[in-house]
């Protein structure tokens, strides 16, 4: 375990998920009989935004549930609410996927490759975020940094099962500059998975803890010069300090551009799957309509909750569109919507998927998990998620998590959701 810490995010809780697993679905075993459970307090201290506000409201009246019982011979139970989805072209076991690092310190190294052996092992794609390659190399040669794209790649090949999950491969400008797309795709290494259609590429247009800006990260002082050819730098700290910030740029887009950039990835790269990643914009229903038209596979949302690398304060608390709103501005029809922002259990989950995202995104959640455990951290959080899932999903009396739909929430504050 690192000092690796999470303001604003419920660390804790995800770590005692991390080391219980689904024993933390349910109050502490050691107060049955002697204490009465009733509806819970939330904590004062935690952030609580639309999503969380919002309630699951199952109904009187089953039908759904009649159908499975006439299927099945006997009465539904929890067991038999089913999770198995298709996110963005792969066969998941789960609406679940790891959203991307990129070259985030905190994502480097063993915990880096501890989130993909284990994402694997649960068969739920992953996301590789951006401006790996040209920080940490693409890991051809035995010195590159153990932080290197195809290190996290082949650790996820490695554990994950047949004919389930996939790899997502980002690429910024600075990633496009470094052929970071062209490295992958005519990898040998990598012909395993693009040869079974678990290969993506996601353009990224913009993240969530910093919408309209580029990736940023400290880098040492003695290796900016290496760095400057690609990327701007600003000594923020002083000369006396041996940290530099490295700026990544944004990338400009038109909704032609954009158009424009997903039909080259189709024409260049036509074995893999397409995926756009998006910011919390005021534009963003437009950009996923562009993006979905064009031919994207999935596209993700970042709400402004999201992030797990660096950023100013000022966007941390003030710039984006809250989850609840992108999710309200964006109407995927039967297109594949990702979201990601604070994701951590299945309450909140299963309100997006709700509210049409096809699958979320784990990001602080999943560093958090290997962090606490690096052989089973992730894999204990995710099948805890899991079960909450089940669970919800049957007690609003649905046995298909493609079923779930706004009629399932109530908010007091949200009208459209009565």
Not at 16 to 45: H, I, K, L, N, V
Not at 205 to 229: F, I, Y
Request: hydrophobic share 40%; glycine share 12%; with cysteine.
């Amino acid at each position: 375990m690192t000092d690796l810490h999470a303001p604003g995010f419920p660390r804790s809780q995800v770590a005692e998920r991390a080391r219980r697993g689904t024993a933390m679905a349910f109050p502490d075993a050691a107060g049955y009989g002697t204490t009465m459970f009733g509806q819970q307090a939330p904590d004062p201290g935690a952030p609580r935004d639309a999503i969380d506000r919002t309630r699951l409201v199952p109904p009187v009246f089953v039908p759904r549930r009649l159908e499975r019982l006439i299927d099945l011979g006997r009465e539904p139970v929890v067991g038999d609410a089913e999770l198995a989805t298709t996110i963005g072209g792969f066969s998941s076991p789960l609406p679940v996927y790891v959203s991307a690092f990129g070259s985030t310190r905190v994502a480097s190294g063993d915990l880096g490759q501890a989130v993909a052996r284990q994402a694997g092992r649960l068969g739920i794609p992953m996301i590789i975020g951006e401006n790996i390659v040209p920080v940490a190399g693409y890991g051809r040669m035995a010195q590159t940094a153990p932080s290197s794209l195809l290190q996290r790649i082949t650790e996820y090949a490695a554990a994950v099962p047949d004919g389930q999950g996939g790899v997502v491969v980002q690429q910024s400008t600075e990633d496009a500059d470094a052929e970071v797309w062209n490295l992958v795709y005519s990898d040998p290494a990598v012909q395993s998975l693009l040869e079974s259609g678990r290969l993506a590429f996601e353009l990224k247009v913009g993240q969530g803890a910093k919408p309209g800006m580029g990736g940023m990260t400290l880098v040492p002082r003695e290796k900016a010069t290496a760095l400057s050819a690609q990327y701007d730098l600003m000594d923020v700290f002083g000369a006396d300090s041996d940290a530099v910030l490295r700026c990544s740029s944004p990338g400009t887009f038109t909704d032609e551009i954009l158009r424009h950039q997903i039909r080259l990835m189709r024409n260049n790269y036509p074995r893999c799957r397409v995926w756009v990643k998006l910011p919390p914009a005021r534009d963003v229903g437009e950009a996923a309509a562009v993006a979905w038209a064009a031919g994207a596979d999935a596209v993700g949302v970042d709400g402004a909750e999201g992030g797990t690398g660096w950023a100013p304060e000022a966007f941390l608390g003030h710039v984006g569109l809250p989850l609840a709103e992108c999710l309200d501005r964006v109407d995927p029809q039967d297109h594949c919507l990702l979201v990601t922002g604070r994701i951590w259990e299945g309450a909140r989950a299963t309100k997006c998927l709700a509210l049409g995202a096809r699958a979320v995104g784990l990001g602080r959640a999943a560093l958090a998990a290997v962090d606490e455990d690096a052989e089973n951290g992730l894999v204990n959080l995710v099948e805890c998620l899991a079960l909450e899932l089940r669970m919800l999903l049957s007690s609003l009396g649905k046995y298909e998590v493609s079923e779930l739909s706004r009629e399932d929430l109530w908010s007091e504050e949200r009208p459209g959701l009565r």
